[in-house]
């Protein structure tokens, strides 16, 4: 069931993304347990995401969908993050909101979740509106054996207006679960439907308190871009290099300056207010 952690790995790439108030996290995230079909024909799949995506959905233990994760997010800002995900894992960690590592290695990104969960992502598909990744690694914790599995998450997301003239994205999280620890993996499915109302929970609750923490960041990206950029700009964990000049670039355009949102207050020059015309003289 930790296995889950992982997902989060990818979406705090996805995510350093984009700081919002735990009421703005908006609505409830409902978590599906209806049997699910990868909506991406693997057919569509490079040969070497193919089978690995086949790995996966031909031994999976059970698949479990999170709708309705909603939060206020600009679209450009959150598409870079999520397109590099080792610097989202930074700039979580700089703004003390993660501590995922993920280093990019060729293709791959290698990640620790600083709680025992070590493994590789692999973006194996992306269009407008999706990305399919998959996950490959090993969780340990004391009192319990090792588990190792691969998981396929799909993250579909989509940006709207908020009525207030912003925008808020709509997302949902898809992950498919193959355990490849033998015992563990044989006795999971066994015991999948007794299990499930147990792990529905278990991912909601991981999930919903993940998303809180994007939100927030959202927020943040989405309000004050300048003051994000600023706790990045010479921040000694953040690498001063080409990847934040972008996001920079990204994070300040088509933003007005601060001074348009400021109260506007008439007042007239002092040379004017000492005219007699002004004391009634």
Do not use: C
């Not at 999170?66 to 703004?95: C, K, M, N, Q």
């Not at 190792?148 to 993250?155: A, F, I, Q």
């Not at 009525?163 to 993996?185: A, K, W």
């Amino acid at each position: 069931m930790r296995w889950i952690g992982l997902v989060i790995v990818v979406l705090v790439s996805l995510a350093a993304r984009s700081a919002a108030p735990e009421s703005d996290a908006l609505t409830r995230p409902m978590v599906m347990e209806e049997s699910l079909t990868l909506p991406i024909p693997t057919t569509a799949l490079p040969e070497a995401a193919r089978a690995r995506a086949e790995g996966v959905l031909n031994h999976e233990i059970f698949a479990q969908r999170v709708a309705g994760i909603r939060y206020r997010s600009r679209e450009a800002v959150f598409e870079f993050l999520l397109d590099h995900p080792d610097f989202a894992a930074t700039v979580a960690r700089a703004l003390r909101v993660g501590q995922y590592q993920l280093d990019r290695v060729g293709d791959e990104y290698v990640g620790d979740d600083a709680r025992g969960a070590r493994g590789v992502v692999r973006l194996l598909y992306a269009d407008a509106g999706r990305r399919l990744f998959h996950l490959e690694g090993r969780y340990e914790a004391r009192g319990l054996p090792p588990l190792s599995g691969e998981m396929l998450v799909l993250l579909e997301y989509r940006h709207e207006d908020d009525g207030e003239g912003g925008t808020v994205v709509d997302s949902s999280l898809t992950g498919h679960l193959r355990i490849d620890t033998p015992f563990v993996g044989a006795l999971a499915g066994v015991l999948t439907g007794l299990a499930r109302p147990v792990v529905t929970r278990a991912v909601e609750q991981k999930v919903r308190r993940f998303f809180q923490t994007v939100a927030r960041v959202s927020r943040w990206a989405y309000d004050e871009p300048a003051q994000l950029l600023a706790a990045l700009d010479g921040n000694p964990d953040v690498p001063q290099d080409p990847a934040l000049a972008a996001f920079s670039r990204i994070l300040l355009a088509d933003r007005p300056p601060t001074w348009v949102r400021e109260p506007y207050h008439l007042t007239a020059p002092p040379s004017i207010l000492g005219d007699p015309a002004f004391d009634g003289s």
